[in-house]
T-cell receptor, first 110, second 115 residues
Framework: EDQVTQSPEALRLQEGESSSLNCSYTVSGLRGLFWYRQDPGKGPEFLFT???AGEEKEKERLKATLTKKESFLHITAPKPEDSATYLC???????????FGTGTRLTVIP | DTGVSQDPRHKITKRGQNVTFRCDPI?????LYWYRQTLGQGPEFLTYFQNEAQLEKSRLLSDRFSAERPKGSFSTLEIQRTEQGDSAMYLC?????????????FGDGTRLSIL
């Protein structure tokens, strides 16, 4: 059975304090792993897709990495506007849907 | 690219009433998805369309739920005889699709509250 676990559930950082969010997954036949950002009252906003172990992608202060069992979202020198819930979603080969974790709620304090 | 549009943004109704939500996907996207999200949880898949064909339905989609995409453009999700447990955010997403690895782009959802 497919499983995805995100940790921590919530994270408070001072502005400029770098950290990492974890997404552990068990999916038979991973097609891709997607990262999204969600602000309160809004739909998820696409950030990255990772396809194979060892792959990395960057966007501004965010860098996503992938291994065979985990993905990390590294946040370097975060700003208050990075505060949001970050969701990871593996997708299985042959499946059309995304299978979301419960997310990490990030708060960056000025 | 005007994004995925959902209407209404909020719906409050009494238990037992029927409700219908609309989703307008990004114009060149042929794939359309419905998800449901409750507080503190990630979105859960409900159903998937490729063009006008509904190709996949989750077991979460009880017989009180029906979705259509009549001309392969906009989609509607109807819930009949609403129950308290139907209170959630209903999200629509779309992607373009020659393969299954295109990212899904989400609308801002319809928040349903059942009194």
């Amino acid at each position: 059975e497919d499983q995805v676990t995100q940790s921590p559930e919530a994270l408070r950082l001072q502005e400029g304090e770098s950290s990492s969010l974890n997404c552990s997954y068990t999916v038979s036949g991973l097609r891709g792993l997607f990262w999204y950002r969600q602000d309160p009252g809004k739909g998820p906003e696409f950030l990255f897709t990772l396809y194979s172990a060892g792959e990395e992608k960057e966007k501004e202060r965010l860098k996503a990495t992938l291994t065979k069992k985990e993905s990390f979202l590294h946040i370097t020198a975060p700003k208050p506007e990075d505060s949001a819930t970050y969701l990871c979603a593996p997708s299985r080969t042959g499946a059309n849907n995304l299978f979301f974790g419960t997310g990490t709620r990030l708060t960056v304090i000025p | 690219d005007t994004g995925v549009s959902q209407d209404p943004r909020h719906k409050i109704t009494k238990r037992g009433q029927n409700v219908t939500f609309r989703c307008d996907p990004i114009s060149e996207h042929n794939r359309l998805y419905w998800y449901r999200q409750t507080l503190g949880q990630g979105p859960e898949f409900l159903t998937y369309f490729q063009n006008e064909a509904q190709l996949e339905k989750s077991r979460l989609l009880s017989d009180r739920f029906s979705a259509e995409r009549p001309k392969g453009s906009f989609s509607t999700l109807e819930i009949q005889r609403t129950e308290q447990g139907d209170s959630a955010m209903y999200l629509c997403a779309s992607s373009k699709g020659t393969g299954n690895n295109q990212p899904q782009h989400f609308g801002d959802g319809t928040r349903l509250s059942i009194l």
